[in-house]
């Protein structure tokens, strides 16, 4: 598997996703690919990290969805490659309306980081079949606007699609719904707030977000890969 790590300005996740992705997945090639770039053609999935992108500036995400390297991102998701987005790049698929919905501040207005309660809603997808329904997870956030808004038509429609794919346990920044992850109508990208790439470790305070990184692996390989 190719896999690409899309660095913007201001991408402070960048390294931690890397590390996941090659010290715990059998991916053959892992890329830094820099927002300049004009196309990530050549990968079977790509990763948005977290940080902030343009310094945040104007609204989170809203300027790097203009970079060079999101209308090749757009295409290839459009395709069915595998998509995810953490935190920043979650903000990113929003502002790039390959998810549905916005994100505002956090409802107390503080930046918060620390390691929370995450439901497993679906566990029928190509990130999370490695778990199960209904798991608990321990996994840590990190920002300032990770409260996910909807209208109440699209929440209706994220429940009734199963593309809810974790909730918080408990009502962290806000979010309607203690929505911590959706998918697409396709399910080839996700986005979700909380950091599995910094749960990869027992020493560090969690191996939750392992299996995530492992699954997407598995799901290229269960497509392109010959095992008898």
């Known amino acids: ?25 059998d991916a053959g090639t892992v890329d830094f690919v820099p927002h300049t770039s004009e196309t990530v053609e ?14 945040d500036y104007l609204r989170s995400g809203a300027i ?8 090749s991102v757009i295409a290839e998701a459009n395709k069915g490659k595998p998509v995810l987005g953490v935190c920043n790049g979650f903000q990113i698929l929003l502002e790039a309306n390959l998810l549905p919905g916005a994100m505002k501040r956090n409802k107390h207005l503080k930046y918060m980081c620390r390691t929370v309660d995450v439901n497993v809603e679906n566990a029928d997808t190509c990130f999370t079949r490695a778990y199960e329904h209904g798991e608990r997870l321990r996994i840590p956030i990190a920002h300032g606007e990770g409260n996910y808004e909807c209208d109440e038509t699209t929440y209706e429609t994220l429940k009734a699609d199963n593309r809810i794919v974790f909730t918080y346990g408990s009502d ?18 996700l986005g979700m707030m909380p950091h599995p790439e910094r749960a990869m470790e027992a020493i ?11 699954n997407i692996y598995r799901h290229w390989r269960d497509r392109h890969v010959v095992t008898t």
């Open 1 to 25: 598997m190719k896999a690409a790590v899309i660095v913007f300005p201001g991408s402070n996740g960048d390294m931690d996703m890397y590390h996941a992705l090659t010290d715990f997945t």
């Open 42 to 55: 050549a990968y079977d999935a790509i990763f948005l990290p977290g940080g902030f992108s343009y310094g």
């Open 172 to 189: 962290v920044n806000g979010s309607v719904g203690n929505i911590a992850g959706i998918t697409n109508e396709a399910g080839n990208v």
């Open 64 to 71: 790097a969805r203009f970079a060079p390297v999101m209308k």
């Open 204 to 214: 560090l305070g969690s191996e939750d977000g392992r299996r995530l990184f492992t």
